[in-house]
């Protein structure tokens, strides 16, 4: 028998034994019978404690005021566990008891054991009947493999309900590798793909997994030309594409919201019967829907369906001017900026509503592509990320990059929204790791303000940057394997 004493890794904080049981139940669990029993043998370590094997034994051989017995005699159970515990073992001895029509045995046991949990009446009658109206009622008790499997799925669920060191925990080796292997990612700043990951050594990315380099600049009179929209009166300040890229917004400064056809390149709708002049807009996920924003305090916030029927609005004296909106991945909230400093998160099912309110003046607004999280650009040259659930109370904060005058649209990438990218006033495009307050690339190219970033959702590794110079960049991984992390 191996000394509980004897412990293992540089630091001394491993027991030998446990370490030895956990990977004996590892073998079990792959099904490597043989191989396990071999360790027990050698080692003399149990995979099952001496209390659970007790158990095993009662159980199976039907021996239910034994295995009550044992049960109580566990040392360090909880009154909560044992009680549970206890309720697992009397309502299958009952089942038992009644599938073999044993109506005697199962109101002796009943009467006996019930005490322990102090049922009243009431609760006694409902366990009853849980019993009677379980699948399993009503089975053949005269065949042993039922009585049997049905003792075999007693003992999975008590292996469920007790604590270490009386049962371990289902696959706990695989959780402690994967437990290891998530931090490792977690830290890891340039982790930006899906899958499985070596374990044969720390993981560890390279800044080859996010773009770094520009592949293309996108420049006006070098691109083919597919369609031109003209309808707006003036300038065109918002767009947005359909979460199936088969139409597009457009929204003319102070003026109205047009829908276009991306194929045909012809406009669809025109919302300017509704007196509507549109700041912002967004779409819902099933590209039927739309919600815009306006300037006008008197008219809110209004959601539409592509034909240009109302569907729901938000007016009045607490709907003031709206700068901008989005609607999370799921369709389920809401989240609108307004008052310039006010964050305004509306859930759409329960109109439960929040409001989070930033000490600077906010400019746009970007969802992560999970829905759990968003960020602001705020005019004081920093972005704060928040959570939609609502559970922080003080945001993330990236800063680094500048910001004062101009809207700077910043946004979530790479494999689940890991990273954030921002354009700058000082013609740089940045990225941060999610986990990291500091810049973990700064990209040169452009030659004045980079007003806009979006991340491709499909292509983790490519990014776009829009700047006042004229030219859009497109960003992928670098081409170059002798640069040093940090250099871009």
Known sequence: MESSAVLLGSKGLIRKHEFVRVIIQCL???GYQKSALCLEAESGISYKSSDFKLLESQIFSGNWYGCIDTINGIKGLTDDVRVSTLFLVLKHCLLEYSNCGDDASALAMLRKEAPIFHFSKDKIHKLAYS??????MNLDCSNDNVIHELRKKLLRDLEKTLPPPTCLPDRRLEQLVETTVMAQIDSCMYHN??????????HCCGRDQIPTETIQVLEDGKLTLR?????????????????????????????????????????????????????????????????????????GIHLWDCEGNEIKAWRGSRMPKILDLAVTPDGENLISIFLDKEIRILNLESNAE???????????????????????????????????????????????????????????????????????????????????????????????????????????????????????????PTSSKNVKPGQS
């Not at 793909?193 to 720390?202: N, Q």
């Not at 919201?257 to 509704?274: I, M, P, R």
């Open 354 to 476: 929040r409001v989070i309110s930033e000490d600077h003046s906010i400019s746009s607004l970007s969802i992560s592509g999970d829905g759990k999280f968003f960020i602001v650009n705020l005019n004081n040259q920093e972005i704060h990320m928040w959570d939609v659930a609502g559970e922080w109370q003080q945001p993330l904060k990236y800063t680094g990059h500048q910001q004062n005058k101009y809207v700077i649209r910043s946004c979530f990438g790479g494999v689940n929204s890991a990273f954030i990218a921002s354009g700058s006033e000082n013609s740089e495009v940045y990225i941060w790791s999610r986990h990291s307050s500091k810049p973990i690339e700064v990209l040169s190219g452009h030659s004045t303000t980079v007003n806009c970033v979006s991340w491709n959702p499909k292509r983790p590794k490519m990014l776009a940057s829009a700047s006042d110079d004229q030219t859009i960049r497109i960003w992928g």
């Open 227 to 299: 369609h031109i929209l003209r309808s707006h009166q003036s300038q065109v300040s918002f767009v947005a594409w359909s979460p199936d890229d088969a139409k597009l917004l457009t929204c003319g400064h102070a003026e109205v919201l047009k829908l276009w056809d991306v194929e045909t390149g012809t406009c669809k709708h025109t919302f300017e019967d509704h007196g509507f002049i549109v700041s912002s807009c967004a779409w819902f996920p099933d590209s039927k829907r739309l919600v815009c924003g306006s300037a006008d305090p008197e008219m």
């Open 193 to 202: 793909f899906s899958g499985a990951v070596s374990i044969y050594e720390d």
């Open 28 to 30: 079990y669990s792959f």
């Open 131 to 136: 019993i009677f109206t379980s699948k399993d």
